[in-house]
């Protein structure tokens, strides 16, 4: 396996180590020929990166609402640098995003190589560039249409300061105070953030 699905694989070993009742609630890989196809219309090609992103796993299980909450969103978890959870598109869902946004969303504020991996209430998007091998990852807010903020160097680097925060422990398992009786999350521990800066720093300066 290469570096980028030894870390996610990390991810997920980490995640039902945390949770005993965690279940893999991602859909299964795609293949090559898969992702090309469903991707056959878009006007670029997506990087190595995300085609091994969507080789491990293809998005999360549509499982219904509240049920399995803290698995779904961790893959992409609220970060120093993008202050939401984002859930993990499909492919599908993400060629579906790229499509409606880009029809009803002018060049000024929408790229036409932006393409979601991941997205939060249709709100705000973390998105890669076409064409770009390796891409940066992106925050996109819908909310502040003119600013698009990078924030991982690329792909492999956002999941290695994930997997390596989960190595030291700087995850917290907490009650869900929005969700209900008995949900809950994972959310950073606020007095591990000065070291969630220096793993950020080792991985994408």
Request: charged share 30%; proline share 4%.
């Amino acid at each position: 396996m290469s570096k980028l699905t030894d870390e996610l694989q990390y991810i997920l070993n980490w995640l039902k180590s945390t949770n005993h009742d965690f279940f893999d609630c991602y859909n299964p890989g795609l293949t090559r020929q898969q992702i090309d196809e469903i991707t056959k219309d878009l006007p670029f090609r997506l990087s190595e990166e995300v085609y091994e992103l969507y080789q491990w796993r293809n998005g999360t299980a549509d499982l219904g609402y509240n049920n399995g909450y803290l698995p779904l969103y961790f893959l992409f978890p609220e970060q120093l640098r993008a202050d939401v959870i984002c859930s993990f598109c499909s492919l599908q869902d993400s060629v579906y995003i790229y499509k409606t946004i880009r029809e009803a969303t002018s060049d000024e504020y929408w790229n036409q190589k932006w393409f979601p991996i991941a997205e939060y209430e249709s709100r705000k998007m973390l998105y890669v560039v076409g064409d770009l091998d390796p891409s940066p990852v992106y925050l996109w807010d819908v909310g502040c249409l003119e600013d698009s903020v990078i924030i991982y160097k690329n792909l492999i680097s956002m999941i290695s300061v994930i997997a390596e925060c989960c190595e030291f422990g700087l995850y917290q398992l907490i009650p869900d105070e929005d969700g209900e009786e008995d949900d809950m999350i994972i959310r950073i521990d606020e007095e591990k953030l000065e070291l969630e800066k220096e793993i950020y720093r080792k991985y994408n300066s």
